[in-house]
């Protein structure tokens, strides 16, 4: 990891302060980003696993079809199952977001980025811009590809779906915003606790530990707080057959956003506030 920084760093600081534009920041953080070994094995793995674990989801679920009961198959979501491996791609892509900062702390690399680039916020927007578009972009791809994928398990069924079909479509890409949201939390909490570790196992808790948790909360109150806690709203973006007493699919995806972004804008404010 510091072999990589002190790589990147000369990029970093090429350009005078005056001259640090967003796009010159951007292909700076661009350069850092993919000088990282880490970038390139978490994004392998976020998509091994996505696509991984939805083929032996489609294949255990196909295999086990006569076992269930005429009411179960016709509830049946086969998209939301063949996009579920998702959830394991999420993980690697916060963890990554949270590397993408926190190990410049770490290193102490930060400090040259800021001597290089004085503008704090531009730096962190740059951060944010870089990280989006490949996550998207991977996250996205590895959605489609377990897609198509696990419908090679349910045609022999006849009960493969098509992306024309109503909300297929929708719930396809929206699975892989859920893991860039995953991984932009990463970066607000890489931004706000400013330590690898921490960063990561404070994502993990709030993306995979704690949402199940908080269906143990009491009364109207507690369900309120369960159904648009994190991924437990999030991932009702990848439904096509509608949960009862969820929320709605662009409902649930935009409350996600906001309990990412609002972390990510404190540590924009604490970024410029505190010593780096």
């Not at 649930?252 to 780096?276: Q, Y």
Request: proline letters at 5%; aromatic letters at 10%.
């Amino acid at each position: 990891m510091t072999t990589a920084t002190t790589v990147a760093t000369p990029r970093a600081a090429s350009f005078p302060a005056s001259g640090a534009t967003l796009p010159r920041v951007i292909r700076s953080e661009w350069t850092k980003f993919w000088s990282l070994r880490s970038t390139w094995w978490t994004l392998l793995i976020a998509f091994v696993v996505t696509v991984g674990f939805a083929t032996l989801i489609a294949w255990g679920a196909s295999s086990n079809l006569d076992k269930m009961s005429p009411q179960e198959k016709a509830t049946l979501d086969v998209t939301n199952l063949a996009t579920a491996g998702v959830a394991f791609g999420q993980l690697a892509m916060a963890v990554l977001g949270a590397l993408i900062i926190a190990s410049e702390y770490s290193t102490g690399g930060i400090r040259t980025t800021l001597v290089a680039v004085p503008n704090r916020l531009r730096v962190l927007l740059a951060k944010v811009l870089v990280f989006g578009v490949v996550a998207a972009v991977v996250a996205v791809v590895a959605s489609f590809v377990s897609f198509f994928v696990a419908m090679t398990f349910w045609s022999p069924h006849h009960l493969a779906a098509s992306l024309s079909t109503p909300a297929v479509l929708r719930s396809v890409i929206g699975a892989g915003l859920i893991a860039v949201l995953s991984g932009l939390l990463g970066v607000a909490l890489g931004t706000l606790i400013r330590h690898t570790a921490g960063a990561i196992t404070s994502a993990v808790a709030l993306l995979f530990v704690i949402p199940p948790l908080t269906g143990l909360l009491p009364g109207s109150w507690g369900k309120a707080i369960s159904i648009r806690f994190t991924t437990n709203a999030g991932q009702r973006i990848a439904e096509v057959i509608h949960t009862p007493g969820q929320l709605y699919p662009w409902a649930g995806f935009f409350w996600m956003l906001g309990e990412c972004v609002i972390p990510l804008l404190i540590g924009a404010w604490l970024m410029k506030r505190r010593d780096a």
